[in-house]
């Protein structure tokens, strides 16, 4: 029922000496509960019958009440007439099943026990309240059952409204069986299945779904691209995007929030751009989802500058905004910027949320700043009832370890109420390995052998250690254990986009079109970087091998290739922007800083734990990573 209904009209309600004829009453509109309840009131003391009032508009003060005041208008109303019109019932289970669906069942069952017939109608507002509800699956099937019994024959309709019903109760072989016997499906029909498969991540299945479609909405694109961008897939969801543009379908808000998040993940920044664009001229940046979006897509392809200027052209920010940006700061190294920003989303009053905590842990823990550091940890706690997560221990144990104070960042974690997480763990290695502390790597190890057993770079750091510590030995048999064990060291992978392109570099694989020119530059390369005081750092390689394989080994690291195909296809001066499925290695830190120097370039890489900024031959990590 609209609200339109109710078009308030203003007259006073008549006083006692005023007459209640009908025609006097047909004039007024009833605005509220109290409203009905005076004018009742006047009805009985004049002795006019109740059903001189007019039921449309009992029917919308039933439909728009809190429940409380609704059966007291709901019993005005079966007083009022012997039989009631069934769209008088309807009109109130169609508002009720969205606003208030537990009194649409409960109106759905008065109904069944009045002598009135439900129609088809009735049924799918009972079916569209039972799908809001978590519990009602036995309902829903009654209703279903009752329509079948009534001998009503379901058009497409009812029959996407069944659907939706059993897909949303999570009865997905019923929404099946329904599916498969619909004489007729449109294109709402396939879109609630598909709406659903994505939801549980059977995206094979919704994919059959979507190319089985005879015809395809922008919700049907929307709901699949959404879909691989929540199951990790974001390449299939950035090309179903472009073949959506080239279809000449109009991406609607939705769309553009998903995509986005794919450029993100990707590190798309050109096609991210675009759609910035595309949402400035559809007049979408007025939705402030799709600016923090885009604020976390700028901050992950490197463009904290960019991301900052989205941020300050928002008419209304979030927490999600704030904490976006304070993060965005802490993993690019702008540790003195977040906590600056903290202070201004203070002064507008914007309350901290776990995620904000864990930027300003970052950024402290970055900058050194212990104390201040220790201080946000224990008035997250006592000031804002935040209850710590792993991700905030992760932190504190960083800033210990950074510091140096690696005793204390042990007790940290021992006396930590939730179990320690390899970022946990491998925190603390950061910390053994740049103060040389073989125990503590030793501990560390210990336990992220048990929680990843699988995963080398462990393995490396713990040699390398070792082998600082003049323990040769130790370090031969940390590599025989990494051997024993079978650990398969995964391959590095980095890629760049070039002109939109996304070019992708494996470690030691050569199958790039030009890699002939890629490794003729390296070398060229190399001699400079040699001249400046590069000397390879073979310690990275655990293989049992000779030096100088070693080095060719390093040499064909991929964010190398990477960072070198950068330089020869794009015009000096340009950003060079890498994304990295592993941590960037001692080595190849080494280069990249000197890289950046002899190149006069900047280059980005944001490895699998964050972003390093090489600019004039320093890294915004200062070399703790
Ligand atoms: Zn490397
Ligand atoms: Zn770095």
Known sequence: MAASCLTTLSSPL???????????????????????????????????????????????????SPPSAFSYARNLFHRSANSPEIFLWNSHLNTLSSSS???????????LSSNILPNTFSCSFALKACSQLSNCFLTGKNIHALILKLGFHPDVFLHNTLVHMYSSLGAMADAHLMFEKMPRRDTVSYNIMIARLTMDGEMDLAREMFDAMPERSVRSWTSLIAGYVQWQNPREAVRLFIEMENLGMRPNEVTVVAVLAACADLGALDLGKRIHEYANLFRFLSNVRICNTLIDMYIKCGCVQVAREVFDDMSERTVVSWSAMINGYAIHGQGDDALELFKDMRKVGIQPNPVTFVGLLHACSHMGLLKQGQNFFKTMIRDYNIVPEIEHYGCMVDLLSRAGLLDEALEFIRKMPVKPNGVVWGALLGGAKVYNRVDMAEEAVRQLFDLDPLNDGYYVVLSNIYANAGRFNDAAKVRRLMRNKGVKKTPGQSTIAVDGVIHEFVAGESDHPQVEEIYRSWDELLVKLKVRGYVPDTSVVLLDMEEREKEAVLYRHSEKLAVVFGLMSTPPGTVIRIIKNLRVCNDCHAALKLISEISKREIIVRDRNRFHCFRDGFCSCRDYW
């Open 14 to 64: 008549p006083d006692q000496h005023t007459s209640l004829s009908p025609s006097n009453l047909i004039n007024l509109t009833i605005s509220s509960p109290s409203h009905l309840q005076q004018l009742h009131s006047l009805l009985i003391k004049s002795g006019a019958p109740i059903s001189s009032l007019s039921f449309l508009r009992i029917a919308a003060v039933c439909a728009l």
């Open 101 to 111: 669906p537990s009194d649409a069942l409960l109106l759905f069952t008065r109904l």
